[in-house]
C-alpha cells in the first residue's frame, strides 16, 4: 500500500502495470519516460517511445560488430584505441537517450577502449529485439529487415565500420563472424538492398581441440558504390 501511495504522490505508474495492463495502445506515451532507482535514491530516465533514427540503428549496428551484454545491466562496446569516433558517437547517442551513465576504461596495453552503458532498460530493451551476446549467437534483430533502405544502410554501414575489413587492391569489403545465423541475416539483408554478396566459409584453430567455423561475407567492386 505504502509503494502505491508512493507512486500516486510522484504520479508515476509501475512499470509491469502499464505492460501487463497494455497501457501503452490505449494512452499516448510521447514525451513520458520510464524512471528507474539505484540504491542511494539516484534516478535515470529512459524514453517510453524510441524513435528509430539514423544513430540508433548505428548504435545496434556498432555493438552487433563489437559489443556484449553483461551483468544484466550494462551495455558493452570494445573499440581499437584509435577508433575514438566510434567511442563520441556512442557516447553522443546514450545522451540523446538519456542515458548518464555512461564510463570508459582505456587499457593502453592492449590499445582498447571500453564503453559500458549503466541501464538495466537498455540491456533488455536489447535483449527484446532478440540480440544476442557471444561471437557465435550474434544476430540481426528482425525489425532491421523491416526500415526504410536509408535506415539499412546505415545499420550495414556502422556494422562493417565496427567489425569489416576492406581488401583496396581488390575492392573488396569483407565481414568475418563466428556466427552463422549472423552472416545468414548479413545476405539476405544486402541482397534486399540490391547487393550481390557472397558468403564461403573457412576453418581455424583456437584456442580449444576442435577448429572452429569463420562465415566470410563479400561484396566487390561497384557493389561498394552502394555503401
Not at 27 to 34: A, D, E, P, R, V
Not at 83 to 90: L, R
Not at 167 to 178: E, F, G, Q, S
Request: aromatic residues 12%.
Amino acid at each position: 500500500e505504502d509503494v502505491f501511495k508512493s507512486y500516486k504522490k510522484k504520479r508515476m505508474l509501475p512499470f509491469y502495470l502499464l505492460v501487463s495492463l497494455e497501457l501503452h495502445k490505449i494512452f499516448n506515451l510521447n514525451n513520458t519516460y520510464i524512471t528507474t532507482y539505484q540504491v542511494g535514491g539516484k534516478t535515470f530516465e529512459f524514453p517510453s517511445i524510441i524513435k528509430i533514427t539514423k544513430n540508433f540503428v548505428r548504435l545496434i549496428g556498432l555493438w552487433i560488430a563489437e559489443g556484449h551484454l553483461h551483468n544484466g545491466r550494462e551495455v558493452v562496446f570494445d573499440f581499437g584505441i584509435k577508433e575514438k569516433s566510434y567511442v563520441e558517437e556512442i557516447e553522443k547517442t546514450a545522451k540523446e537517450l538519456f542515458l548518464r551513465n555512461v564510463h570508459k576504461i582505456v587499457d593502453r596495453k592492449k590499445n582498447k577502449i571500453r564503453v559500458i552503458i549503466g541501464s538495466t532498460i537498455l540491456y533488455y530493451l536489447f535483449k527484446s529485439l532478440g540480440m544476442r551476446t557471444g561471437a557465435k549467437n550474434k544476430n540481426i534483430p528482425f525489425f532491421i529487415f523491416n526500415l526504410s533502405r536509408e535506415l539499412k544502410l546505415e545499420f550495414l554501414k556502422a556494422l562493417y565500420q565496427g567489425d569489416g575489413c576492406f581488401v583496396k587492391n581488390r575492392r573488396m569489403l569483407i565481414y568475418t563472424t563466428a556466427s552463422e545465423e549472423l552472416a545468414r541475416d548479413l545476405l539476405f539483408l544486402e541482397l534486399a538492398l540490391g547487393l550481390f554478396p557472397t558468403i564461403t566459409t573457412k576453418k581455424h584453430k583456437g584456442l580449444g581441440k576442435k577448429a572452429s567455423t569463420a562465415y566470410v561475407i563479400s561484396i566487390y567492386g561497384k557493389e561498394l558504390n552502394t555503401l
